[in-house]
């Protein structure tokens, strides 16, 4: 009892110096340009029931913007959040094909993904659009996912640190402290993205902790204590517990293995006693 009490003391003095935060482990499932109306809801039939007592997780369902507003109401007073897979920054206007982060807010939605490989590489999209989008997010009261991560050629050439650098860089320019403290941020390496090639656990814990300590120098250390950083890239039942048993990885944002309801509860049950 005297040792309990220690420690949730002790666990509070740190917390309050910014030494130490404990982080909720993130299981974000991005279902990009998959899943039907009534898939997607009879996915949260499923789900619901089964992770409905696993509360040591954070649980996060990015489907496409069809999807968001029925599920939303279906969620509603579950423990599955939701996100958008994009934003655009403008609240609203002529621009033909886009949804902006006013009109997902308004949802109830919680969370955006900003700044993929998949709209930096297919869309051109750009560390200032990813900026603009990240701080129309924070404006609307959505937590970005703010995606980074080298190609295979840049890992190959020794730029990753480079790489991941700049686009933190650009992407958070002008950015306050406190609003970083909203990010959760995902380092996805484009090589291991649908290739069935994940990153090993001491490659991912070594970019995210490069990424932790350049928001250490960037804001200070609680900011970079305070916020998740997942591993996006192959990830699946059989290799998210190695990855999660890393120090810094505090999660994970999951494609492939996110549209089945059986890999995805596994990993949201592995997750809650990481
Ligand atoms: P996979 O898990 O299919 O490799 O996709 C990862 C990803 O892009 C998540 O955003």
Redesign the pocket.
Known sequence: MINKFFNVFSLNIFMKMGVFFVRKPVIAG?WKMFKTVSESLSFLDKIIPACKSLHKVEIIICPTFLSLAPMAEKAKDTNILLGAQNTHWEKEGAFTGEVSSYLISDLGINYA?IG?S?RRGYFQETDEWVNNKIKAALNFNLNPIV?VGESLEERENGQTRKVVETQLAGGLNDIDLNQAGSIIF?Y?PIW????GRSATSSDAQEVISFIRRWLSESYNMETAQKVPILY????KPDNIGSLLAEKDVDGV?????SLKEDSFIEMVQIANIS
Request: negative net charge.
């Open positions: 991005n993904i993929h998949e995606c995902a996805e291991a993205i649908g290739t996006g890239g192959s990830v944002l999951i494609g492939g293995a």
